[in-house]
């Protein structure tokens, strides 16, 4: 049975024609982005639930590729209105705000409550080896770019370092995919993925693939407004554009696939909890960062992977705690707390840091 907060989130599509009417009259544009970022929640919960649809009726191989290009598809929308709206550092704020928020907020969540129902609780520590060693790779991919471009002086040659790095991450992630599926095969077993802990619709293909349609459409308008909005929230509120791309944005791309891990943890499924945190991290490090480098050339504000270093030291420390809670192949409600006081931490540094995008 669903939670009660998933089953909630439908009722805030009120939201998106609240958002294209509070828009269009010129209200006060914090509340066009408080309205446009509750509709993204439930659009984004049901563009999951669709793909799962269509995962599910094409077979484990195209199954799990949908699911590798669609994981984060909310995420990958509102970080191309950002480009093409000029804001290139929050995408990198939003990116570095995504992986953080899997690792620490997300897993710490679920470890948390996951503990407090069940006591101490397993998983398959295989498949979380293999995402731990990723995770790393990924981070050593995004840190090679940024620390050579101090040294780079060149800004086409850090472009291309960029380029070549994110091309890399590609084939890596395809490769990853591959070997998952080719994997779980072997072993007789279909993909993990979100479908155990979502609804089950009995939508056709083709219902299922137009209600991926929709969502995206709605998605991509509400991101519009959003993107267009943070510069007025910032503002308004005090807060750096910074901090709304490395906390808010993140959270607000991700909120229904948050409760879907927490509440795959508090039925006792730490391996599903697990495989969503940790590969929707991966999704975005190597899949969502990657391919929007190589749009942002099409969309004309060519996105470099030069993160600050302080987002690399974050990375760093979250990639860290979560493989050493992670790697014993066992977690408990204590664990999950070290997790979330690692991301609050974090969360207060960025608000007070002065950095002005």
Request: a negative charge; hydrophobic letters at 55%; aromatic letters at 6%.
């Amino acid at each position: 049975m669903m939670l009660p907060q998933i089953r909630g989130l439908q009722s805030l599509l009120l939201f998106l024609p609240i958002a294209l009417l509070l828009h269009l009259i010129g209200i006060d544009e914090i509340f066009v982005f408080a309205a446009s970022a509750l509709a993204i929640i439930p659009l984004a919960k049901i563009l999951g639930e669709a793909t799962e649809v269509v995962a599910e009726k094409t077979g484990p191989r195209i199954g799990g590729l949908l699911n590798a290009t669609f994981g984060n598809a909310a995420e990958l929308i509102i970080t191309l209105a950002a480009i093409r709206a000029g804001q290139v550092q929050l995408v990198l704020a939003s990116i570095t705000g995504s992986i953080l928020g899997n690792l620490l907020l997300v897993l710490g969540f679920a470890m948390f409550f996951g503990g407090i129902k069940n006591g101490r609780q397993l998983f398959d520590r295989r498949q979380v080896d293999t995402d731990a060693t990723m995770t790393v790779l990924a981070l050593i991919a995004m840190s090679v770019p940024s620390l050579f471009s101090l040294y780079i002086p060149d800004a086409g040659l850090v472009e291309g370092l960029s380029l070549t790095s994110a091309g890399t991450m590609l084939i890596l992630y395809m490769l990853f995919v591959v070997y998952t599926l080719r994997c779980c095969t072997s072993e007789g077993c279909a993909p993990v993925t979100a479908r155990e802990a979502l609804p089950v619709h009995a939508w056709s293909t083709r219902k299922a693939s137009s209600i991926m349609g929709l969502s995206m459409i709605g998605i991509a308008l509400m991101s519009e407004l959003l993107v267009s909005s943070v510069e007025a929230v910032t503002a308004t509120l005090g807060l750096t554009p910074f901090f709304v791309g490395i906390i808010i944005v993140p959270i607000i791309g991700n909120v229904a696939e948050h409760l879907v891990a927490v509440q795959a943890a508090r039925q006792n499924k730490m391996d599903l909890s697990l495989s969503i945190s940790l590969g929707s991290s991966l999704q975005i490090a190597l899949f969502v960062m990657p391919v929007l480098v190589f749009v942002s050339l099409l969309l004309g504000s060519p996105l470099t992977l030069e993160f600050n270093l302080l987002e690399l030291i974050a990375l760093t420390a979250a990639s860290m705690i979560s493989a050493l809670v992670s790697l014993d192949g066992e977690s408990n409600w204590l664990e999950g707390a070290m997790l979330l006081a690692v991301y609050g931490i974090l969360a207060m540094a960025f608000f007070f840091l002065p950095i002005k995008l």
